[in-house]
């Protein structure tokens, strides 16, 4: 897992070139842990990345760091794949969110949400043309 810490445009260095896009907080109606496993299960062979823009609870540096020891937790259920899972963690503001949204590497925002409805990252996505793969869920 690589911890993502600079989102100013166009500085975002991905180390794949197809790479999804996950904006959340991390709890159950999100259905985070299904995302990451299920991201894995299928790409596991593949250069393929996931990015996580995600927090447990806040912004903090304390949120943060157990984000981030929840996250490689999760991934160590999963050793030795080629694919890969970015975190990316803390305040973004409208222009470095957008910038995730048109980064020439990310390729689709996903949402596997089975508790909440139809969130702003996703339309903000959608508005900046970016493919989004969502369930059935609510709007």
């Known amino acids: 897992m690589k911890l993502l810490t600079s989102v100013t445009l166009g500085s975002l260095e991905l180390k794949n070139d197809f790479n999804f896009l996950s904006v959340c907080q991390w709890s159950p109606r999100k259905n985070l842990e299904q995302t990451i496993s299920g991201f ?7 250069n393929i990345g996931l990015v996580l823009k995600i927090n447990t609870a806040n912004d903090s540096i304390m ?3 157990f984000t981030q020891k929840r996250l490689e937790a999760a991934l160590s259920n999963f050793p030795n794949r080629k694919c890969s899972v970015n975190l990316l963690h803390g305040h973004l503001s409208d ?3 957008q910038s995730l949204y048109v980064h020439p590497k ?5 949402s596997t949400t089975h508790g909440e409805g139809y969130g702003l990252p996703l339309m903000e ?9 969502a369930t059935d869920w609510s709007g």
């Open 40 to 46: 894995i299960e299928e790409f596991r062979n593949e």
């Open 63 to 65: 949120d943060r760091s």
């Open 95 to 97: 222009e470095e969110m």
């Open 106 to 110: 990310v390729k689709a925002i996903v």
């Open 125 to 133: 996505a959608a508005a900046n043309e970016l493919p989004v793969i």
